[in-house]
C-alpha cells in the first residue's frame, strides 16, 4: 500500500467541512490535545480558529521551540536548466511558453556553487526542469560528484524517477529530495498539466516513497498554494506527510507552503490564500507535525517572513535566483530561445532582453544572505549554515 491508496481513502469532503464548520469549542480541544489528529487539524484551518489565531500561534511557537530550539538551517536553489518537456500551466518553465532557455555545464554549475559558498552557503538545492535529453542521470551525477568536496549537504529538485535511477545519485553524495505535488487534488491536477510524464498523477505522488528506498536521508513534500481550496490542501499535505513519517522514518521530513509568484505565461491564481490564512496554516502544521521541518521560501516578502519565522518555521532559503546562471551569469553565452518546445532564431532587436535565462518565477525576498542571517541573529535565532558532513557516516 502506497500514499495514493491512503488518499483515495481518506474523508477530505467531510475533513474540508469540519475544516469550514469547526465551533469554537472543538477549536479550544483541538488546541488541548497533545497529538492531534486529521479531525482536529481540520478544526484548526477553520474560521472559528482564525478568530483565535494569537493562541494558536504561541503554541506553535513554544512546540517549535521544544522541538528545534532556535535555530534556522538556510539553504540556497542553485537552477541547473529551464528545459522542460512538460506543460504546466502554473510555471514559468512550461515547455510551451516562448522563453530563453539554457542547461549549464558542470563547470558551470561548480562556478555557481562556489559563489554560494562564498556567501557562506554548504546546503544546496540543485533544480531543474523535467527534460531527458537536457538532463540526463549522468549529468545530475556529475554535477553531485563535482560539487560534493565543497558543499556537504547537496539535494535536488528535478523530475521524478525510479528508485533504481536514485540510487546512483545517493551515492554520488546527494542527501535529500524535494518533490512538491502541486495540488492533491486530482481533478484540478489534471486540468492544470496539459502534457507531458507530469500529467501521472499517482507516479509524482509515490515519489517520496521512492527516494525513501533509494536511501536519500532528507525528504522534502509541499503543496502549491493558490491551485486549489487551501484548508483542502493542506489537509492533504498533512495527511501525505503523517504517513511519510510512518512509512519513511529513516529520512527526515519537511513541509513547504509555497504561494504562487509572478511567471512567465502569466498565469494566475485560480484560489486565495492570503497573509492570514498562510499563518494559520502554517500554525496548525506545526501542531499536527511537531517533528517535521517547515520551509520558508524566497517567494515571501522580507517583512513577512520575518514574522513568520516564530511560528514553526525551521529552513529558509535566502538570496534566492530562480534562473539557471542567476548567482554569476554562467550560461548566458550559450542561451537558446524556444516556442512551443522548439527552438527559434531570435528576432535582430532582442539582443537587448536576450542577457539573462527566463526565471521560474519572480521572488519577492530579494535581501542578500548576510541580511537575512543578521535579521535572524537579531530576532534571536541561530542561523545554520552547516549541519551535516559525509564524514559523520563515515565514522
Known amino acids: 500500500m502506497s500514499f495514493v491508496s491512503e488518499l483515495d481513502q481518506l474523508p477530505i469532503d467531510a475533513l474540508r467541512n469540519r475544516a469550514c464548520d ?27 480558529a482564525a478568530g483565535q489565531l494569537e493562541r494558536l500561534a504561541k503554541r506553535a511557537h513554544r512546540l517549535t521551540q521544544q522541538r528545534f530550539g532556535r535555530v534556522i538551517r538556510l539553504f540556497a536553489p542553485l537552477y ?17 511558453n516562448p522563453i530563453l532557455r539554457v542547461t549549464l555545464s558542470v563547470d558551470e554549475v561548480v562556478c555557481e556553487a562556489k559563489a554560494l559558498a562564498g556567501q557562506g552557503f554548504r546546503n544546496i538545492l540543485l533544480v531543474a526542469g523535467e527534460h531527458p535529453k537536457f538532463i540526463p542521470g549522468g549529468y545530475l551525477t556529475n554535477c553531485i560528484e563535482a560539487l560534493r568536496e565543497d558543499v556537504p549537504s547537496i539535494s535536488l529538485e528535478v523530475g ?16 535529500g529530495l524535494v518533490v512538491y505535488q502541486e495540488t492533491y ?9 496539459t502534457s507531458g510524464p507530469k500529467r501521472n498523477f499517482n507516479w509524482r505522488l509515490e515519489t517520496p516513497e521512492r527516494a525513501h528506498t533509494a536511501g536519500f536521508r532528507r525528504l522534502g513534500i509541499g503543496a502549491l498554494f493558490g491551485l486549489s481550496d487551501w484548508r483542502r490542501e493542506t489537509l492533504c499535505l498533512a495527511a501525505h506527510a503523517q504517513y511519510l513519517l510512518r512509512h519513511c522514518w529513516k ?17 494566475e491564481p485560480l484560489t486565495d490564500f492570503n497573509d492570514h490564512a498562510l499563518v494559520q496554516a502554517i500554525c ?7 517533528d517535521a521541518g517547515i520551509v520558508l521560501s524566497t517567494r515571501e516578502p522580507a517583512n513577512l517572513r520575518d514574522r513568520l519565522i516564530p511560528l514553526g518555521i525551521t529552513t529558509m532559503s535566502a538570496g534566492s535566483h530562480t534562473e539557471p546562471g542567476g548567482y554569476t551569469g554562467a550560461g548566458n553565452d550559450n542561451l537558446h530561445y524556444t516556442e512551443r518546445g522548439r527552438i527559434k532564431q531570435l528576432a535582430a532587436n532582442a539582443s537587448e532582453w536576450a542577457a539573462n535565462a527566463t526565471s521560474q518565477f519572480d521572488i519577492a525576498d530579494t535581501r542578500n544572505p548576510s541580511a537575512v542571517a543578521e535579521t535572524l541573529t ?18
Open 160 to 175: 521524478p524517477m525510479e528508485t533504481k535511477e536514485y540510487q546512483p545519485l545517493v551515492q554520488a553524495g546527494a542527501e
Open 284 to 290: 496548525a502544521l506545526r501542531l499536527f507535525l511537531p
Open 80 to 96: 541547473l536548466s529551464n528545459e522542460c518537456i512538460n506543460n504546466c500551466q502554473y510555471c514559468g518553465f512550461s515547455r510551451d
Open 22 to 48: 469547526a465551533s469554537d469549542r472543538e477549536v479550544s480541544i483541538a488546541l488541548a490535545r497533545r497529538n492531534p489528529g486529521l479531525t482536529d487539524l481540520a478544526a484548526l484551518l477553520s474560521p472559528a
Open 378 to 395: 537579531r530576532l534571536g535565532y541561530e542561523p545554520v549554515w552547516k549541519d551535516w558532513d559525509p564524514a559523520i557516516l563515515a565514522n
Open 251 to 267: 529520512s527526515q521530513l519537511t513541509v513547504s507552503l509555497p504561494r504562487l509568484r509572478p511567471c512567465a505565461g502569466e498565469f
Open 185 to 193: 487534488d486530482r481533478e484540478v491536477y489534471e486540468n492544470l498539466h
